[in-house]
T-cell receptor, first 113, second 112 residues
Framework: QKEVEQNSGPLSVPEGAIASLNCTYS??????FFWYRQYSGKSPELIMF????GDKEDGRFTAQLNKASQYVSLLIRDSQPSDSATYLC?????????????FGQGTELSVKP | DGGITQSPKYLFRKEGQNVTLSCEQN?????MYWYRQDPGQGLRLIYY???????QKGDIAEGYSVSREKKESFPLTVTSAQKNPTAFYLC???????????FGPGTRLTVL
């Protein structure tokens, strides 16, 4: 079992819809969770991070964390074609020395006009 | 202009050559990281450094070497011992309220 798993996609949604991106992790002691967006040929850019169970909202983005189920998700409301990218989930475990992050393989999102 | 710079953007290497990738930051972050990304895959950690003059191996350190002589700089050398060096190399620093990692623009290395 991979430490951090994401569906590779592609996930296709129409413009204006809600895109839901999911991530599961294996280390029950994980404490910090990050979502990055990566456009083709570019480096990842941080969207948001979450530490506590529940929802965290930032503009059109909402991160949801359920530690009991070892599940973190990212919702993108009112999806735009410019949101088309690969979304990387990253997890920092309690024993991850040096602040290391474990990354999932990413989910490709395509927003159709 | 604050941030992380990596150079060169593209690099071509002949088999058997060592090459050095540059990473410089002016964010005043202590921790720096090198990742490798292959097509369709997530990021894999090569080396990291939490402080000047100290660094640790990541998950795929074989065939790579680093140095950390200055806080601002963390160069990565890809040696001839690295069997499959063609990849996208990303440098990152750690800081901010969430101890999040920030990435440089990357170097795309191709072995001819």
């Amino acid at each position: 079992q991979k430490e951090v798993e994401q569906n590779s996609g592609p996930l296709s949604v129409p413009e204006g819809a809600i895109a839901s991106l999911n991530c599961t992790y294996s280390d029950r002691g994980s404490q910090s969770f990050f979502w990055y967006r990566q456009y083709s040929g570019k480096s990842p850019e941080l969207i948001m991070f979450i530490y506590s169970n529940g929802d965290k909202e930032d503009g059109r983005f909402t991160a949801q964390l359920n530690k009991a189920s070892q599940y973190v998700s990212l919702l993108i409301r009112d999806s735009q074609p410019s949101d088309s990218a690969t979304y990387l989930c990253a997890v920092r475990g309690i024993y991850n020395q040096g602040g290391k992050l474990i990354f999932g393989q990413g989910t490709e999102l395509s927003v159709k006009p | 202009d604050g941030g992380i710079t990596q150079s060169p953007k593209y690099l071509f290497r002949k088999e058997g050559q060592n090459v050095t990738l540059s990473c410089e930051q002016n964010l005043n972050h202590d921790a720096m990281y090198w990742y490798r990304q292959d097509p369709g895959q997530g990021l894999r950690l090569i080396y990291y450094s939490q402080i000047v003059n100290d660094f640790q191996k990541g998950d795929i350190a074989e065939g790579y070497s680093v140095s950390r002589e200055k806080k601002e700089s963390f160069p990565l050398t890809v040696t001839s011992a690295q069997k499959n060096p063609t990849a996208f190399y990303l440098c990152a620093t750690r800081g901010g309220p969430g101890n999040e990692q920030f990435f440089g623009p990357g170097t795309r290395l191709t072995v001819l």
